[in-house]
C-alpha cells in the first residue's frame, strides 16, 4: 500500500521561508507528484506539480515564490515556499500523480500539513 508522509510545516511570519517535504512509501517508482492546499472553508486546490519528465507547473498566486523539486534516491519530493504572504496559510496535502508532461492526479493523498502566516 503506497503512503505518502508530509513534514515541515508550522508557523511563519509574513515574507519568510518554509520547506515542506513529501516521502512515498511502498512505491519505489519515479512518481509524478503534486503540492495542493485547502484553506478553510475553501476546496482543495493544485499548488505545483512535477511530471515523471520533471515538468513543473504552478498556480499563479505562487509562481516566482514556491518551488518544486525532488529527490529520485530519496523518493521524496519538496515543496520550497519564500515570501511567504497570510493568504498563503491552509493545509498542504501531497498527491500521487501520473504523467511524464502532464500531470494527471489520481486518488492518493498524504495527511496534510499546516502552514501558517502570521505575524
Known amino acids: 500500500q503506497v503512503r505518502l508522509v508530509e513534514s515541515g510545516g508550522g508557523l511563519v511570519q509574513p515574507g519568510g521561508s518554509l520547506r515542506l517535504s513529501c516521502t512515498v512509501f511502498g512505491d519505489d517508482d519515479v512518481n509524478a507528484m503534486a503540492w495542493y492546499r485547502q484553506a478553510p472553508g475553501e476546496q482543495r486546490d493544485m499548488v505545483a506539480t512535477i511530471t515523471t519528465g520533471g515538468y513543473t507547473d504552478y498556480r499563479d498566486s505562487v509562481k516566482g515564490r514556491f518551488t518544486i523539486s525532488r529527490d529520485n534516491a530519496k523518493n521524496t519530493v519538496y515543496l520550497q515556499m519564500n515570501s511567504l504572504k497570510p493568504e498563503d496559510t491552509a493545509v498542504y496535502y501531497c498527491?500521487?500523480?501520473?504523467?511524464?508532461?502532464?500531470?494527471?492526479?489520481?486518488?492518493?493523498w498524504g495527511r496534510g500539513t499546516q502552514v501558517t502566516v502570521s505575524s
Open positions: 498527491n500521487l500523480g501520473r504523467g511524464s508532461y502532464i500531470y494527471t492526479s489520481i486518488p492518493v
